[in-house]
């Protein structure tokens, strides 16, 4: 995946982000929500997240290297809503900076335009999705009730 992003970067201007809704960086989010400004972010590196988030591991190897293609961050928006963020890198680092990060200022603002106070830290496509996979899953429930019913007949 790492290849294909280093394609993309290098021939087209790419925006991909990945929100992190559960787990331990988003819990250890919550409990850092106080400590950081609205409109900060923290770069999460190895030393960080071995310290903090995975205490119990040790590794050298940057974190996530050999399944992740980005480098993940926490990010509060001007609207105090909390975001476990992975941005896509050209390379794993173990202590990414902020120019590791593609796009990134241009990602965090789109994340902070497309709040949605429907659900908690949610945005705007990801509920619009979620709507549709679960209208399409309640439709084919009744639709195989439906049929059942008919087929006893």
Known sequence: MRKLITYLNKKYKIYLVGLEK??????????????IPSKHFLLLGNK???KYIIPSIKNDDPYGCSS????????KSENNNMYV?????VEAKAEPQITDYINIKEILHNITALKCDLYYNSIIPIVMVNNLVSIANTSSIILTAFAQEKVKQ
């Open 85 to 89: 963020v992975s941005i896509p890198n």
């Open 22 to 35: 559960s787990g331990s960086f988003v819990e250890h989010a919550e409990q850092i929500r106080k400590k």
């Open 68 to 75: 992740y293609y980005s480098h993940k961050l926490i990010f």
């Open 48 to 50: 960080y997240i071995y």
